[in-house]
């Protein structure tokens, strides 16, 4: 004969009850009263303040949030918008000796230039512009004018490399002779 038992191995004298089944007696049994306590005032209290406290950090984040925009519009019904850039790789160009300059670059595109236009050729623009600038006299690129050199050869590599009329200006962003 099988014996009912629980997890833990020790058998039940009757079978478990069935949780779906309602006995008659348990209906017939007294129920307890709900419990109906009033909610104390200091706990309202306290909850109403906690949520204006919410309600105020709220407003505050978006008025910041809101000056922060207009802020920006400001800055660009001054200046203009912000300029599309195509950033090239980092290049490092050896002079005569030790010296070697290192240089980041910025392209600024034109109007409706896709950044990926002229990033598809960076690397023939990089190769480009180390044939040009290791050639260069270390003078002319330590010397007075030498972002002018330098830009000048960095607009020959992108037209020749990519096509006329990608970019508009170039940010030299660094620039070190070592």
């Known amino acids: ?8 191995g020790t058998p039940y004298p ?6 779906l089944r309602r006995d008659p007696l348990d209906t017939l049994a ?3 009263a709900p419990h109906s306590e009033a909610a104390h005032p200091a706990r309202t209290l306290i909850v109403v303040l906690v949520a204006l406290a919410t309600l105020a950090g709220l407003a505050y984040g978006g008025g910041v949030a809101v000056d922060r925009i207009m802020e920006q519009r400001r800055i660009e019904a001054r200046m203009g918008p912000k ?3 195509a950033q090239l ?9 030790l010296r070697a300059v290192e240089m980041q670059v910025s392209l600024v595109l034109a109007p409706k ?13 990089a190769d480009r512009l180390f044939q040009t600038v290791s050639q260069a006299d270390t003078e002319t690129l330590t010397g007075t ?9 960095i607009r020959d590599a992108v037209n020749r490399e990519a096509g006329t009329g990608l970019i508009r200006d170039i940010y030299i962003e660094r620039m070190v002779v070592k």
Request: aromatic share 4%; glycine share 6%; hydrophobic share 35%.
């Open 89 to 97: 790789p980092a290049i490092e160009v050896p002079l005569g000796g």
């Open 1 to 8: 004969m099988a014996t009912n038992r629980t997890l833990h």
């Open 14 to 19: 009757a079978p478990p009850p069935d949780p």
């Open 30 to 32: 007294p129920q307890p």
């Open 145 to 153: 004018g030498s972002a002018d050199f330098l830009k000048a050869r």
């Open 83 to 85: 300029p599309r850039l």
């Open 113 to 125: 230039v896709e950044a990926d236009r002229v990033l598809r050729y960076q690397d023939r623009i």
